[in-house]
Nanobody
Framework: VQLQASGGGLVQAGGSLTLSCAAS????????MNWYRQAPGKERELVAT???????TYAYSVKGRFTISRDNAKNTMYLQMNNLKPEDTAVYSC?????????????????WGQGTLVTVSS
């Protein structure tokens, strides 16, 4: 089971970016999916969460600007980021709780994707 994040880049303040996180492997079910970020010299921060049923929660700092969504048919999660600010500059990582069935064996994974860098210039 793997997660692959993509979509980071350089954008001017006020601009937009969309991050994607695709899960692959022998996936039976994906429960909560999360976006985290870590800015230089700072602790990792939970940015947004989406449950399997589509309920969402956001960090206060991004509420109203970021939108998390998922396509269960594609095992993919997205983070639409609008009105970006320089303080949003960070490495963004995706995380998911994945239940796998392979060779009749059930396994639970707390999976992480590699980070994708978002840089917002002022």
């Amino acid at each position: 089971v793997q997660l692959q994040a993509s979509g980071g880049g350089l954008v001017q303040a006020g601009g937009s970016l969309t991050l994607s996180c695709a899960a692959s492997g022998s996936i039976a079910r994906i429960d909560d999916m999360n976006w985290y970020r870590q800015a230089p010299g700072k602790e990792r921060e939970l940015v947004a969460t989406i449950t399997a049923s589509g309920s969402t929660t956001y960090a206060y700092s991004v509420k109203g600007r970021f939108t998390i969504s998922r396509d269960n048919a594609k095992n993919t999660m997205y983070l639409q980021m609008n009105n970006l600010k320089p303080e949003d500059t960070a490495v963004y990582s995706c995380n998911a709780q994945i239940l796998s069935l392979q060779d009749s064996i059930w396994s639970a994974f707390n999976s992480w994707g590699q980070g994708t860098l978002v840089t917002v210039s002022s």
